[in-house]
């Protein structure tokens, strides 16, 4: 088992920047894909980014490719997203998750967290 606790979730304005954490306690961290998701009101939990085990390769989706950067500790076992220049599409909830994979796809990661809210007003 994994355990996936994330933080660093709030409000800010359109343009602004925030960093969420993802901690991991429980099986070896260093093993997993991890990757973060998010859910909007009313619409489908959807891919962000994902980054392999290692750290050397990461995924992102077109939408945030470019002012999200996915990183990672295994040392402290935690995963991380900034995200800058953010838009008020951004809203939504934040779940970290991990797997044996790197993938895009909701279905090839094991462990969730419970999400952070992230609301960008304009």
């Known amino acids: 088992q994994v355990q996936l606790v994330e933080s660093g979730g709030g409000l800010v304005q359109a343009g602004g920047s925030l960093r969420l954490s993802c901690a991991a306690s429980g099986r070896t961290f260093s093993v997993y894909a991890m990757g973060w998701f998010r859910q909007a009101p009313g619409k489908e939990r959807e891919f962000v980014a994902a980054?392999?085990?290692?750290?050397?390769?990461?995924i992102y989706a077109d939408s945030v490719r470019g002012r999200f950067t996915i990183s990672r500790d295994n040392a402290k076992n935690t995963v991380y997203l900034q995200m800058n220049s953010l838009k008020p599409e951004d809203t939504a909830v934040y779940y970290c998750a991990a797997g044996p994979l790197l993938r895009t796809s909701r279905g090839t990661y094991t462990y969730w967290g419970q999400g952070t809210q992230v609301t960008v007003s304009s």
């Open positions: 980054i392999a085990w290692s750290g050397s390769s990461a």
